[in-house]
């Protein structure tokens, strides 16, 4: 959490919040969210209650970035579970930081640090949850 707070503060966002959630428990909020941001966190599948967290605290409207590796599976099960008729889903597989990522793992290989690399273990996917407007 501290180095989320540092990331926000370094780059002056003033209408940025951060939390740490009990995705089980979600807090009753008087304001809900346009933009919820989360990474790595549906890799077991205790943790899919996310989503009805996510449900409690977006817009109507509103979108989720959910970064999250496939990890045998996991994010595809997680994906089964959105209901479609509350989310459009968008899932992509090579995200923008493809290039950054290798180019990271090449300066690391350079240096000789160990190449452990699995994709399936490590290369973030990115998931776009669209909040549907219900009319």
């Known amino acids: 959490m501290e180095n989320v707070q540092r990331i926000v503060a370094a780059n002056g966002l003033q209408n940025v919040k951060s939390y740490v959630l009990d995705w089980s428990s979600p ?7 346009d933009t919820i941001i989360a990474s ?3 890799y077991f599948e205790r943790y899919h209650c996310i989503i ?8 109507e409207g509103g979108t989720v970035y959910l970064a999250a590796p496939k990890r045998k599976g996991s994010l595809e099960l997680f994906l089964s579970k959105v209901n479609r008729d509350k989310w459009n889903v968008l ?3 090579n995200p923008m930081w493809n290039a950054a990522l290798q180019k990271s793992r090449s300066a690391a290989a350079e240096k000789g640090a160990p190449q452990e690399f699995d994709e399936d273990l490590h290369f973030p996917r990115l998931v776009i949850l669209n909040r549907i ?3």
């Not at 009805?52 to 817009?59: A, S, Y």
């Open 52 to 59: 009805d967290c996510m449900e409690k605290l977006i817009v």
């Open 40 to 42: 790595d966190c549906v």
């Open 91 to 93: 899932l992509v597989e």
């Open 27 to 33: 807090p009753e909020v008087a304001q809900k969210f």
């Open 133 to 135: 407007i219900w009319q």
